[in-house]
Structures are given as C-alpha cells and as structure tokens.
Nanobody
Framework: EVQLVESGGGLVQVGGSLRLSCTAS????????VAWFRQAPGKEREGVSC????????YYDDSVKGRFTMSSDNAKTTVYLQMNNLKAEDTAVYYC???????????????WGRGTQVTVSS
C-alpha cells in the first residue's frame, strides 16, 4: 500500500525552527515529484516547495524562499522541510504529496499524506 506519513510539526515561537519529515511506504521517491503544501484555516491550499522529477530542481514559494529548505535522503524514502525563522503566517497544516507527472505550480498529485500541524506563536 502506498502511503505518505508526515511528522515533525508542533508549536514554536516566531523566529524558531522546525524540521518536517515525509516518509514513503510502499514505494520510493525515485521518478516522483515530491512537494510540500500547506493550508491555513480559512485559506486555500498552497504549494510551499517541491523537488521536481522533470528537471531535478527544487522550487519554493516566494513567501518561504531563504527560510525553508527541502531535501531528500539518499534512499529516496524520506523528504524533509527545514523551516527556519518561522513567522506567524506560516501556521498551517503541512502536507506532503507525490506524483509521477505533477510539477511545481499544480496540486494534481496522486498521493497525499494526512498532514502535520505547524503553529507559530507570536
């Protein structure tokens, strides 16, 4: 069974850091575009970052550039989102997603995790 499981969320103060993990079971991330999305209360889901299988590049939303870093382990079973200098507006549920053909700028991903809550208090 294909599953994505996020972990690492929590409560942190403004300016703090968290590292989210997304672990795949039933497959590896080889040949998959893997992305992080987030959804804040009352807002639409938005893309945060992705590692593209098309060109191998890592993309970030402008709101997190310079503060968030997405990476993958060598085994291609876990991706990470290192989040530094967190702001109150980063508060959201963060989701991991994977797909063979999706790319940055779309949310048409086949596989989604259940999400992990990140709360940044001021």
């Amino acid at each position: 069974e294909v599953q994505l499981v996020e972990s690492g969320g929590g409560l942190v103060q403004v300016g703090g850091s968290l590292r989210l993990s997304c672990t795949a079971s039933g497959f590896t991330f080889d040949d998959y575009t893997v992305a992080w999305f987030r959804q804040a209360p009352g807002k639409e889901r938005e893309g945060v970052s992705c590692i593209s299988s098309t060109d191998g590049n890592t993309y970030y939303d402008d709101s997190v550039k310079g503060r968030f870093t997405m990476s993958s382990d060598n085994a291609k079973t876990t991706v990470y989102l290192q989040m530094n200098n967190l702001k109150a507006e980063d508060t959201a549920v963060y989701y991991c997603a994977a797909d063979h053909t999706a790319d940055w700028g779309t949310d048409l991903y086949d596989y989604w995790g259940r999400g992990t809550q990140v709360t940044v208090s001021s």
